[in-house]
């Protein structure tokens, strides 16, 4: 699959087969992450990796759309320093996009499906995953092969994205 294929036709996947994660794909999806472009190479991040059922099911409630993670075979949390620190740049969490954009794209490729989960919960995510009281987790993303393996190749719908003549600017607005 090229780059531009996976760019293309890459859904949100919600509903995963009840199926682990083979190691080296794991492995390939963090490596991607890892592998990121990073303001000043500073890579402000850390991942960590949830595969338990029952913590899988805790973790939907660091948020009101996250009832995914319960049915991923792995969850992603990614974790930076606080970006609502004095002294963090806003650079942190362009960065973090990077990485997770990476990690899903590569899922992708592999026959994965993926979907974020914004954190509402900030306690109980620092709660349930360990991290330390200076940094933060915003998103976990979920992974999992899809429940319905037809995702991976079904056409895109007819009007699914803003047409670039409506985004795009010349050199000026």
């Not at 859904?11 to 999806?29: C, K, Q, S, Y």
Request: hydrophobic share 45%; aromatic share 8%.
């Amino acid at each position: 699959m090229s780059v531009w294929d996976a760019v293309a036709h890459k859904r949100v996947v919600r509903r995963f087969a009840d199926r682990p994660l083979e190691p080296d794909h794991l492995v390939r999806i963090l490596n991607a992450g890892r592998r990121a472009a990073s303001s000043k190479n500073l890579q402000r991040w850390q991942f960590i990796v949830c595969r338990d059922r029952d913590h899988l099911a805790e973790l939907t409630r660091v948020g009101p759309w996250a009832d995914h993670l319960a049915g991923a075979a792995v969850a992603i949390a990614l974790v930076t320093p606080d970006p609502a620190a004095a002294d963090s740049p806003a650079s942190v969490m362009f960065d973090l996009g990077m990485a997770a954009g990476n990690m899903m794209l590569v899922a992708w490729e592999l026959g994965i499906g993926s979907v974020p989960a914004t954190v509402y919960e900030q306690d109980l995510a620092r709660q349930l995953l360990g991290y330390p009281e200076d940094h933060h987790c915003e998103y976990l993303l979920s992974f999992g092969y899809p429940a319905d393996p037809d995702i991976l190749t079904r056409p895109n719908k007819a009007g699914g994205r803003v047409a670039l003549a409506d985004i795009l600017h010349d050199e000026r607005w």
